[in-house]
């Protein structure tokens, strides 16, 4: 099989709209939580999320492209110019059949959604919607925007796997290139669920913290008073290149993807296996499919949303992987500082385990200062400060409601 090697990367994210803010503010161990400005949130049980702070669409898409979409789609064409960017690469050089997009959303054009179909009730009975309504909507758009602003004519397609979702969109991309399918990608997710429906939907599930009184140490991942996620929102990209094709052209090469899968729980609508059963196997599997072992795995950037259950099934699933002795495995939990972005998740946690590899440093887990008793003491994780290590391996796990476990593995070259 050919090689996958990552050429690009850009990203969007409560933390910085671009991929150096984002890193620096992640190292710093900022927090992206505060109240929500997007709409009155007094109504809800949680009334907070982490925003993007200062984001201008307008800097990637122009009047008719910000007319016709949706944020989460407008989201994915700013992180997916700053991916392109950064590869250097021309794709008016290339055969654009040789070209695709595999992106990810969990929710689509949930905004666009919303506002129509309530312009719709209170318009009495008078449809107003917009004819833009239904490409705004579906979730398939941002892939479809991403080929057609850079003509890329291969594969594209959109991936739907709840938090799982832009793991997923990864491994399909890496799968595409290996089988010469492809030579170049552009891969990741985005997400805009700040929403009053979205918000409340996942109010009503008891899903996220209620801390309102101090949202910036709201996501405390592993924590014994952990109560659940916070939500955020954002996007990722990854320009995925066929490792001789990038090497031909001297490219910068950040880490090659070197292994992914996914398994399904089969257990629960919402809730992991409490064991971490489909989790530990995507995670072998993930590795088997790398040519890695264990010992081989220097970081871990876990799902770990801060939810009592989620949290602990993920620490077992490791538990039951890498043995007795993890010394040499460091985990840590970015959600803490990003919040959750859905399907948007996997992409920017992607991001953060390869520059882990390329910076030589892991980020931190922040707010947890009580970590749960059930976690092993001999469990390194990286808690307050980042910390200095040369990252030869780096795994990014995601899991999503329906039983979804989508891991990949990426490698220093």
Same mark, same amino acid.
């Given at each position: 099989?050919?090689?996958?090697?990552?050429?690009?990367?850009?990203?969007?994210?409560?933390?910085?709209?671009?991929?150096?803010?984002?890193?620096? &503010?992640?190292?710093?161990?900022? =927090?992206?939580? #505060?109240?929500?400005?997007?709409?009155?949130?007094?109504?809800?049980?949680?009334?907070?999320?982490?925003?993007?702070?200062?984001?201008?669409?307008?800097?990637? $898409?122009?009047?008719?492209?910000?007319? /016709?979409?949706?944020?989460?789609? +407008?989201?994915?064409? =700013?992180?997916?110019?700053?991916?392109?960017?950064?590869?250097?690469?021309?794709?008016?050089?290339?055969? @654009?059949?040789?070209?695709?997009?595999?992106?990810?959303?969990? &929710?689509?054009?949930? &905004?666009?959604?919303?506002? +129509?179909?309530?312009?719709?009730?209170?318009?009495?009975?008078? @449809?107003?919607?917009?004819?833009?309504?239904? @490409?705004?909507?579906?979730?398939?758009? #941002?892939?479809?925007?991403?080929?057609?602003?850079?003509?890329?004519?291969?594969?594209?397609?959109?991936?739907?796997?709840?938090? #799982?979702?832009?793991?997923?969109?990864?491994?399909? !991309?890496?799968?595409?290139?290996?089988?010469?399918?492809? /030579?170049?990608?552009?891969?990741?997710?985005?997400?805009?669920?700040?929403?009053?429906?979205?918000?409340?939907?996942?109010?009503?599930?008891?899903?996220?913290?209620?801390?309102?009184?101090?949202?910036?140490?709201?996501?405390?991942?592993?924590?014994?008073?952990?109560?659940?996620?916070?939500?955020?929102?954002?996007?990722? !990209?990854?320009? $995925?290149?066929?490792?001789?094709?990038?090497?031909?052209?001297?490219?910068?090469?950040?880490?090659?993807?070197?292994? !992914?899968?996914?398994?399904?729980?089969?257990?629960?609508?919402?809730?992991?296996?409490?064991?971490?059963?489909?989790?530990?196997?995507?995670? /072998?599997? !993930?590795?088997?499919?790398?040519?890695?072992?264990?010992?081989?795995?220097?970081?871990?950037?876990?799902?770990?949303?801060?939810?009592?259950?989620?949290?602990?099934?993920?620490?077992?699933?490791?538990?039951? $992987?890498?043995?007795?002795?993890?010394?040499?495995?460091?985990?840590?939990?970015? /959600?803490?500082?990003?919040?959750?972005?859905?399907?948007?998740?996997?992409?920017?946690?992607?991001?953060?385990?390869?520059?882990?590899?390329?910076?030589?440093?892991?980020?931190?887990?922040?707010?947890?200062?009580?970590?749960?008793?059930?976690? @092993?003491?001999?469990? &390194?994780?990286?808690?307050?400060?980042?910390?200095?290590?040369?990252?030869?391996?780096?795994?990014?796990?995601?899991?999503?409601?329906?039983?979804?476990?989508?891991?990949?593995?990426?490698?220093?070259?």
């Amino acid at each position: 099989m050919k090689r996958v090697v990552v050429t690009g990367m850009g990203a969007v994210t409560p933390l910085g709209n671009d991929v150096n803010t984002f890193w620096n &503010q992640l190292v710093a161990g900022a =927090s992206g939580a #505060a109240t929500i400005t997007r709409f009155d949130p007094s109504k809800f049980r949680t009334r907070f999320a982490c925003e993007l702070k200062n984001y201008d669409p307008t800097l990637a $898409l122009d009047k008719a492209e910000l007319r /016709k979409t949706d944020p989460f789609t +407008q989201y994915a064409l =700013s992180a997916t110019a700053e991916a392109v960017a950064d590869a250097g690469i021309d794709f008016a050089a290339m055969n @654009p059949f040789d070209t695709g997009v595999i992106w990810g959303s969990g &929710q689509g054009g949930m &905004q666009t959604f919303e506002e +129509q179909v309530t312009e719709y009730v209170n318009g009495g009975n008078i @449809p107003r919607f917009s004819p833009y309504f239904v @490409p705004r909507l579906i979730a398939n758009m #941002a892939s479809g925007m991403i080929s057609m602003k850079y003509g890329l004519m291969g594969i594209n397609y959109t991936t739907v796997s709840a938090c #799982a979702t832009s793991n997923t969109a990864i491994m399909d !991309a890496l799968n595409y290139i290996r089988l010469g399918k492809a /030579k170049v990608i552009i891969t990741g997710g985005s997400e805009a669920p700040i929403t009053p429906a979205s918000v409340g939907g996942f109010c009503a599930m008891k899903a996220m913290s209620t801390r309102n009184e101090d949202p910036a140490t709201a996501a405390r991942p592993f924590d014994t008073e952990r109560d659940g996620f916070v939500m955020g929102e954002g996007a990722g !990209a990854l320009i $995925l290149e066929e490792y001789e094709h990038a090497k031909a052209r001297g490219a910068k090469i950040y880490a090659e993807v070197a292994g !992914a899968a996914m398994t399904a729980d089969a257990y629960h609508m919402t809730a992991t296996h409490p064991e971490g059963l489909g989790a530990f196997q995507a995670m /072998k599997f !993930a590795l088997e499919d790398a040519g890695l072992n264990t010992t081989d795995v220097d970081y871990l950037n876990a799902h770990a949303t801060s939810t009592p259950v989620g949290d602990l099934s993920e620490i077992k699933a490791i538990t039951r $992987l890498f043995g007795d002795d993890p010394s040499h495995l460091y985990i840590s939990a970015t /959600k803490s500082m990003t919040g959750h972005l859905l399907g948007a998740a996997g992409a920017i946690e992607a991001i953060a385990a390869i520059l882990s590899i390329d910076k030589k440093l892991i980020p931190p887990t922040i707010n947890t200062t009580n970590l749960d008793p059930e976690i @092993p003491a001999n469990l &390194q994780i990286v808690l307050g400060n980042a910390l200095e290590k040369d990252v030869k391996v780096a795994i990014s796990n995601t899991f999503g409601f329906g039983g979804h476990n989508g891991i990949v593995v990426f490698r220093k070259i």
